[in-house]
């Protein structure tokens, strides 16, 4: 059994981890899409949109409950500090919206009932946690890591840089904040 760090929060053991060789990168050329429309910065239909991205990074469904984007298929790009929605995916109704966000996003979970848990690591004592409710339905979670952002300097946190954070993401707006969670934990990601 895991010790207890706090009622709402215990880290499970870490697992071995796996040997791996090195891998070799290149970024994917750039891809466009028309019309794309930026979800809360205006739309931009009809215009070829180059969306370059240089650190996609996680995806998920967004579930049909959600109060935004409800259904569709969704790409965060961590450090461009973009979430990208694809709706009517193989339809000819097929739309990509980009969400601009306030902070670097690893992971985003949405709350389907006001019990359960979210699962998140812990890189700085390489564990994961489990964080209990309550949690509201529809409410969008994320693991915020602004030391993640492009623009990030390389000693971080630091000015304008805070620290790692589970918070909750407008998904009108892009902005996230920092949850009564937040003062628990050291360093969540995905």
Excluded at 38 to 54: M, Y
Excluded at 153 to 170: I, V
Aim: aromatic letters at 6%; hydrophobic letters at 30%.
């Amino acid at each position: 059994m895991a010790p207890v760090r706090s009622p709402a929060a215990t880290r499970a053991p870490p697992r071995p981890r796996a040997r791996r060789s090195p891998a070799r990168c290149s970024p994917p050329a750039p891809r466009s899409f028309t019309p794309p429309s930026v979800a809360n910065q205006g739309s931009k239909l009809g215009k070829r949109v180059h969306l370059a991205l240089t650190d996609p990074d996680s995806v998920e469904n967004v579930p049909s409950y959600a109060h935004r984007f409800a259904g569709d298929f969704i790409l965060t790009s961590q450090g461009d500090l973009e979430q990208i929605f694809l709706s009517g995916l193989g339809t000819s109704h097929q739309s990509l919206s980009v969400l601009k966000l306030s902070d670097s996003v690893d992971d985003t979970v949405w709350g389907s009932k006001r019990t359960g848990a979210i699962y998140t690591t812990d890189s700085s004592v390489d564990g994961v946690d489990k964080i209990t409710g309550p949690f509201t339905r529809a409410s969008v979670y994320v693991a915020g890591t602004p030391c993640n952002a492009n623009s990030a300097p390389s000693t971080c946190p630091g000015p304008g840089f805070t620290a790692n954070y589970l918070g909750k993401l407008d998904p009108f707006t892009g902005r996230s904040a920092g949850s009564r969670w937040a003062a628990r934990r050291r360093c969540p990601t995905g």
